[in-house]
C-alpha cells in the first residue's frame, strides 16, 4: 500500500464476506497507520493472518509473518502492519513485536445504527498493529 493510495472497494456477492471487507475497508480508512512512521510512503498490510486450528502452536503465523516481513523489505516498505479481527491474532502479533496502533470495538461498529458484529468472546474489537522495517 502506498501512502494516500486506498485499495479500490471490492464487491463480493457473499453477504458474509462482503461484511467482513466492508470492515476492512473501513479500518484502513480510519486507522491511518502511516500516522504512525512520518516519511514513510510504503508499507505491506496484512488484512487476515489465520492459521486452523488443528496447525496453531506450530509457528506458522510466525514463519508467514516472517516471510511478509521479508518480501516487504525488498521492496523497500517501511513498516508492516496487520489487520486483527481476531483476538488470537493480535496476540500471535504481539508477542511477534507488533505494536498496537488502533482498536475499534465490534459494538461501536455500526451500519445504518445496527451492529454489523457480535462475536462470541474473546473477541472483542478489531485491531491494527504495526511494526517499522528496518
Partial sequence: MQRGKLEEEFVCEDEKFSKIVKLLQHIEEISDPFQKYPGVDKAIVVKILSVDDTYRGRGIAKELMSKTIDLAKGRGCGFCSVDCSSYYTARAAK????????????????????????????????????????
Fill in 95 to 134: 508477542k511477534l513485536g507488533f505494536e498496537l496502533h488502533y482498536t475499534l470495538k465490534y459494538e461501536d461498529y455500526k451500519v445504518d445504527g445496527k451492529s454489523v458484529f457480535d462475536p462470541v468472546a474473546p473477541h472483542k474489537a478489531m485491531t491494527v498493529y504495526t511494526q517499522k522495517i528496518s
